[in-house]
């Protein structure tokens, strides 16, 4: 994707696998081009705001909880599917909650989309968290290097 400033925020928290969104990052660091700003958000807040500004495109990953097996990956492809799917977090404010705040502070002014890596405890990443982890990471390399 040249030509575009893509940016991909990875949130998470130092409890075992909530920090889903944080390793997608670590996985897509050593194949990442210029044009992409990777950054790992603490989701407690808006300190990702200032880096979506000017992005022509953003990709959000978390790690959430809902009734789906551990593994499962939700998949919101813009601001409307994402008042319909908030799922339990971790975080002070559910991340679709700071996203329509970024949205009201004209920070997020692109669609985006969000993957959700399905977690059913916080201590320790298991087989399918790990494996839901590459497979997120693969789709987006995939999104970054279709053109």
Partial sequence: MTNKN??????GSLNGNDQAGWW???NLKNDN??????????????????????????IFVDAVKSDERA??????ENSTACINN????SHTISIFESIELAKSLAYLKVEFQFFGIEIKDDNSCTDAVRKSIN?????????????
């Fill in 6 to 11: 893509v940016v991909i925020i990875g949130f």
């Fill in 71 to 76: 593994g499962f990956v939700h998949v919101v």
């Fill in 86 to 89: 908030v799922h339990s977090t």
């Fill in 135 to 147: 497979n997120v990471s693969d789709k987006i390399r995939t999104i970054l290097f279709k053109e």
């Fill in 33 to 58: 081009e210029k044009n992409v700003i990777l950054f790992k958000s603490k989701a407690d807040g808006a300190d990702w705001f200032p880096v979506v500004e000017n992005a022509t495109s953003v």
């Fill in 24 to 26: 997608v990052i670590d």
